[in-house]
């Protein structure tokens, strides 16, 4: 599985912050998805963990999205030049996982798994495209955002 690094830094606090976040919880919920399910207590396990990836599905799409709409925030009050752009990505990301998110069953492994691999390509690429780009801008015209 292609995985997320998050080794990028982009020198403004509250992005490297949330990165780190969610790059935590993507790994938390792929470790999750992937353990063998004991034999005896199949059904029982099977539930339980239904239940726990659920609720971290839940957590993870809050958490992206209460990370975006920050970004958007900053970007709107600074007057980012590339907001447009940047929003967009961000809003055709939220519909993609939402869609993908539709097409399996509640809590399921395969799905979750699935998730966490899209995020992860997602979120490699766009923090080096999108996300890098507005760091560096920050940084040069509101060094007062980054800290
Ligand atoms: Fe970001
Ligand atoms: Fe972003």
Redesign the pocket.
């Known amino acids: 599985m292609t995985t997320w690094e998050n080794d990028l830094t982009l020198g403004v606090r509250f992005?490297d912050h949330?990165?780190a976040g969610l790059h935590a919880s993507l790994t938390e919920l792929g470790e999750l998805a992937a353990t063998e399910l004991p034999v005896n207590t199949r059904a029982l396990a099977r539930d339980a963990r239904a239940n726990a990836i659920r609720l971290r599905l839940d957590r993870l799409r809050l958490e992206v999205s209460t990370?975006?709409t920050h970004?958007e925030q900053v970007m709107r009050a600074h007057h980012y030049p590339r907001a447009g752009d940047h929003i967009a990505k961000h809003t055709k990301f939220l519909d993609e996982l939402d869609a993908m998110s539709s097409t399996y069953a509640v809590g399921e492994a395969a799905m979750a798994l699935r998730v966490v691999q899209f995020v992860q390509i997602w979120?490699a690429r766009?923090?080096v495209a999108s996300?890098q780009a507005l760091g560096e801008w920050l940084n040069e015209h509101h060094p007062d955002v980054t800290t």
């Open positions: 992005m949330e990165h990370h975006f970004e979120f766009h923090t996300d």
